[in-house]
């Protein structure tokens, strides 16, 4: 579509009420007046939400922290097969295998770290996963620290979640 | 009391002058004549000429001093570019010239002698505005006129298009 | 009586206006935050808390205070070091000396002794107050020019062309109100307010003076950088204006000075236009209502409700200048300059011209 000037109807002059500038003002205070009574009244209408007590419910395709599924027995769902490493355009997934004691499961994760400093929460990994082992339906952000450390998701804090 | 206040504000406000002249910065200047005004305020306040002394610190220093504070900020010119006076006589020349006025002064007051405060109520709101527009009506309006024609003046050297 | 009881009733006068003037400072810039939220559907200050209780953030003030005194008090490299600390003073210290001549009160009689309720009754009143205010443009100046920046620099050359053009006004919308009660003092003033006007209004400075009084609150608010003229700090465009490179202690001067020249700003406003003190309909004896009914009412009370009817109508002031700061928006430049120069000025001498005339009639007796 070709580009076109688009000539927005303004008013032409004000009006000679508005123009007095006076009975204009005294209106706006009036709306001003409205929202603040009705707010003093009815405290639990204002759509504030406190945020560290309260925290709003986020829908249920939103992309949060990490989790990391369990199979029935507790163990990790996860077979190291280093997919979502390789997905993941951050490479913030370090991931190191083991040999699993299950017979019928040959690796499992020994370590499988989530630098959430360098994640980007673009979803590759869950996408990429074969078993359906990481899935980012927490709900939550990432919490802020005080140290780096802090912020390396381990394989036990994301069982947990 | 009031000739040791005389003499107080009297200090406060010849230091100040000198001050404003010698001082390298224009800033430091304005700020020292705001001082003098106001010592001279105060001495208009010791001869009971309060609304005088009201009118000199609504006007000078609430607006003229404003105005020359407006252009220093206005031209902001850095302190080591400031430029260095160039005639050398001037200064010996503003000392004789205040050596005169000095003189004069202590000829003028042997002269004549100041009346007693409290004797005269010229400096009231009354008092003032009836002086201002009986006896000195001419002189009043006069000064106006040559007000308004400055300030005409300077917008049509400002102002290309009226 | 004796010297000391004449200093002891000043220094009681003096301590307690001030500590009222500077108690509603701290009030108001709780109200201002909170009033704020409630206009813009917000919950505003409600954490600071002792001893498990918020009360609605009343504690944030005292939270702020102690957070001021306790920040690093810098001075920026390139800053003029005197002037920079020496312009938070200029700020305060005329905002508080303006306190001087308010009367809060009718004069009481202690001991045979008639005592004005106001720290000084000048012979000059409002002009003095006048001279005063017009030295705060200094601070301002001064701040923005010490701290050798590019934005208070424009901050401070736009609040000394501002207060130079509206004080004109503001001095000339005043000029009806002397006219009409004959006086220049406040206390005069607020006593001839007293009267009925025509049997039934009370003859306040805004039944007497109604263009005079919205020229005067617009200057008001003009003179006290307040929005719709906070153009020296307007921070859309000058970060924070003149105080953008202070911190600490001193900027917290700055928002002192401003929160008493609201304050200060009000009780003059509520001095010169609705009354000061007066209670309407209450004489010394008692309420005498226009038609005929009147009944007697103590000294004391009356004495209470005077005072109290000065106390609230000035709380009320500070709240509209709160309420019109989150209700209109802030002017352009051009436009201040043009509303002061080219509508306030010209209304102000029609008022002025008017005024006169109608007194010279009512004196002529047509």
């Not at chain 1, 109807?9 to 123009?19: D, L, N, V």
């Not at chain 3, 003229?229 to 465009?237: C, I, R, V």
């Not at chain 3, 007066?278 to 409700?305: H, M, T």
Request: charged letters at 15%; glycine letters at 8%.
């Amino acid at each position: 579509m070709a580009i076109r000037v688009v000539k927005v109807a303004r008013p032409e002059k004000m009006s000679f009420g508005e123009s007095v500038y006076l009975l204009e003002i005294v209106k706006g205070l009036g709306v001003t007046m409205r929202h603040f009574l009705r707010n003093m009244a009815r405290q639990e209408n204002i759509p504030t939400i406190e945020y560290p007590e309260v925290r709003r419910v986020m829908p249920a395709r939103f992309r949060g922290c990490h989790r990391l599924m369990k199979r029935p027995g507790g163990a990790p769902r996860c077979v190291a097969c280093y997919m979502c490493a390789t997905a993941c355009p951050a490479k913030c997934i370090t991931i190191v295998a083991g040999e699993s004691p299950d017979p019928k499961i040959e690796k499992y994760p020994v370590r499988f770290d989530i630098d959430m400093l360098r994640c980007v929460f673009c979803g590759q990994c869950v996408e990429a996963c074969p078993v359906d082992a990481i899935r980012m339906d927490t709900g939550w952000y990432t919490m802020p620290e005080n140290t780096r450390e802090k912020l390396i998701y381990t394989i036990d804090m994301l069982l947990e979640k | 009391m009031e000739p040791i206040l005389f003499v107080i504000f009297g200090a406060i406000a010849v230091g100040g002058a000198i001050m404003v002249v010698t001082r390298r910065h224009p800033m430091a200047s304005a700020l020292y004549l705001i001082l003098t005004l106001f010592a001279v305020a105060a001495l208009f306040v010791l001869r009971q000429a309060h609304f005088l002394a009201a009118i000199q610190v609504i006007v000078y220093a609430g607006a003229v001093v404003v105005l020359f504070i407006f252009v220093i900020m206005l031209i902001n010119v850095p302190v080591h570019k400031l430029p260095v006076e160039r005639v050398t006589g001037l200064r010996f020349l503003g000392v004789l010239a205040a050596g005169l006025l000095i003189l004069e002064s202590a000829v003028l007051t042997r002269r004549f002698a100041m009346p007693r405060a409290s004797a005269v109520d010229a400096g009231s709101v009354q008092a003032v505005g009836k002086a201002l527009f009986t006896d000195y009506l001419l002189a009043f309006e006069i000064t106006s006129v040559l007000l308004l024609a400055a300030v005409i003046g300077a917008i049509a050297l400002a102002k290309k298009k009226i | 009586m004796s010297p000391l009881f004449d200093l002891a009733v000043a220094v009681a006068r003096i301590a307690v206006f001030i500590s009222f003037c500077l108690g509603l400072v701290v009030i108001l810039t709780w109200v201002e935050r909170k009033g704020a939220a409630y206009i813009q559907d917000r919950r505003g200050p409600n954490r600071a808390r002792i001893l498990g209780l918020t009360l609605g953030g009343i504690f944030h003030p005292l939270a702020d205070a102690i957070k001021f005194l306790f920040k690093e008090d810098f001075i920026p490299d390139g800053a003029h070091r005197l002037f920079y600390q020496m312009a938070p003073m200029f700020a305060l210290a005329p905002a508080i000396m303006t306190m001087a001549v308010i009367p809060f009160g009718p004069p009481v009689t202690i001991a045979g002794h008639q005592i004005p309720l106001q720290i000084a009754d000048l012979n000059v009143g409002i002009l003095y107050l006048f001279a005063i205010s017009g030295m705060t443009v200094y601070g301002v100046v001064l701040a923005g020019w010490a701290s050798n920046s590019k934005y208070p620099l424009l901050g401070g050359l736009r609040s000394s062309a501002q207060m130079l053009s509206y004080e004109v006004s503001m001095g000339l919308s005043v000029v009806g109100i002397l006219m009409v009660f004959q006086s220049v003092q406040l206390s005069e003033i607020a006593r001839g307010q007293g009267e009925l006007l025509f049997g039934i209004l009370p003859k306040w400075g805004v039944f007497v003076q109604p263009l005079g009084f919205i020229l005067f609150l617009t200057a008001l608010y003009a003179e006290a950088n307040r929005t719709p003229f906070d153009l020296p700090e307007g921070e859309s465009e000058l970060v924070a204006g003149y105080h953008t490179e202070y911190g600490s202690f001193k900027f917290s001067m700055f928002m002192m000075a401003e929160y008493i020249h609201m304050v200060v700003g009000s009780a003059v406003l509520v001095t010169l236009f609705f009354g000061g003190w007066q209670f309407p309909y209450l004489a010394d004896a008692g309420f005498a209502f226009p038609g005929g009914v009147s009944f007697a009412v103590p000294a004391w009370a009356v004495l209470s409700l005077r005072i109290g009817s000065f106390v609230v109508k000035t709380v009320f002031f500070c709240w509209v200048y709160v309420w019109v700061r989150w209700t209109i928006p802030r002017f352009r430049y051009d436009q201040v300059m043009r509303l002061g120069w080219k509508v306030m000025l010209p209304l102000a001498l029609i008022n002025i011209f008017v005024t006169g005339l109608v007194l010279l009639l009512i004196d002529k007796g047509i």
